[in-house]
């Protein structure tokens, strides 16, 4: 079991720059896949990112790819989304989530995640 607790959401103008950070904890967390997803009400949540905390090895949602970069700091046990470019679709609550498995892409191969944090973007 892997605890997760999400910071930084906000209200930011579209075209703009957010982090969003997420401390993890747990037995053998270094282990996991740690990701991001997101989710609106019209829409099924989201993958975004994804990072194998032991090996650094990274898998990305093609549409965001090139404004969205994930990293971590292993002396913080801290992993980050950094988003550029922020666009008003971006809105949504964003969810930092653990997995066993090596860097899915699916939210249902993840079994512990944040509170979510809600992420506003302003026209």
């Known amino acids: 079991q892997v605890q997760l607790v999400e910071s930084g959401g906000g209200l930011v103008q579209a075209g703009g720059s957010l982090r969003l950070s997420c401390a993890v904890s747990?037995?053998?967390?270094?282990?996991?896949?740690l990701a991001w997803f997101r989710q609106t009400p019209a829409k099924e949540r989201e993958f975004l990112a994804a990072?194998?905390?032991?090996?650094?090895?990274?898998e990305y949602e093609d549409s965001v790819k090139d404004r969205f970069t994930i990293s971590k700091k292993n002396a913080e046990n801290t992993f980050y989304l950094k988003m550029n470019g922020l666009k008003p679709e971006d809105t949504a609550v964003y969810y930092c989530a653990a997995s066993r498995a090596y860097l899915p892409r699916t939210s249902e191969q993840y079994d512990d995640w944040g509170q979510g944090t809600q992420v506003t973007v302003s026209a």
């Open positions: 747990g037995r053998s967390f270094t282990t996991y896949t």
């Open positions: 990072i194998r905390w032991a090996s650094g090895n990274t």
